[in-house]
């Protein structure tokens, strides 16, 4: 019964590899988020979806790729991966955006690149 | 610029001493200031969501509080299972059509028994 989830868990793999991470919730909300924390615990949002569609592309580079097949699915995916992308990606999902609503975290995905 | 400033970064405490933790934002307009728990590992958890200066929550040893300028979290008697990695993260008002959070940066909380 986890509320938002996240595949793999941990995702090692070489430099310039292309890789995806799944994320699902079955809270039922409409907002799913990319979430990048680094070796500081460090949060900082990526991207945002409402509904399918994009709301927020937080200046990130363009090797990176949400998608979203439906409401309760935000997958990314990375092209050419860089030794700087080493970090744990967060999935997170809210009822709706932009006026208060709680946001709820996944466990993460550690992506170490080497 | 909106910006998230937590304090301490680190905080030792004997089991049963109780202490606060700081979370001071500067944004424009604030829909929102959430605390979360984030053990080692995991992904953060969810505590309190406050609204408007003067608002407080509490949850077992917990109790967040929130002034036009920063909030607090006070945790009574700790116990060493209240280790963790404490963030504080607000919805600034210029994040109404994202839903976007800015985070401090964490306190990370180690109760000794």
């Known amino acids: 019964d986890t509320a938002v989830s996240q595949t793999p868990k941990y995702l090692v793999t070489q430099m310039g590899n292309d890789k995806s991470i799944k994320c699902e919730q079955n809270?039922?909300?409409?907002?799913m988020y990319w979430y990048k924390q680094d070796s500081k615990k460090f949060l900082k949002i990526m991207f945002s979806?409402?509904?399918?569609?994009?709301?927020i592309n937080e200046t990130v580079p363009n090797r990176f790729s949400p998608k979203s097949p439906d409401k309760a699915h935000l997958n990314l995916h990375i092209n050419s991966l860089e030794l700087g992308d080493s970090a744990v990606y967060f999935c997170?999902?809210?009822?709706?955006?932009?006026?208060?609503?709680?946001?709820?975290f996944g466990p993460g995905t550690r992506l170490l690149v080497l | 610029e909106d910006q998230v400033t937590q304090s301490p970064e680190a905080l030792r405490l004997q089991e049963g001493e109780s202490s606060s933790l700081n979370c001071s934002y500067t944004?424009?307009?604030?829909?929102?200031l959430f605390w979360y728990r984030q053990d080692p590992g995991k992904g953060p958890e969810f505590l309190f969501t406050?609204?408007?200066a003067g608002e407080e929550k509490e949850k077992e040893r917990l109790k967040a509080t929130l002034t036009k300028k920063e909030s607090f979290l006070h945790i009574t008697a700790p116990k060493p299972e209240d280790s963790a990695t404490y963030l504080c993260?607000?919805?600034?008002?210029?994040?109404?059509?994202?839903?976007?959070?800015?985070f401090g940066q964490g306190t990370t909380l180690q109760v000794k028994p």
């Open positions: 997170a999902s809210s009822q709706v955006y932009g006026g208060g609503e709680t946001q709820y």
């Open positions: 809270l039922g909300h409409d907002t």
């Open positions: 979806y409402n509904n399918k569609e994009l709301i």
């Open positions: 944004v424009s307009g604030l829909r929102g």
């Open positions: 406050l609204y408007s």
């Open positions: 993260a607000v919805q600034p008002g210029s994040s109404s059509n994202t839903g976007k959070l800015i």
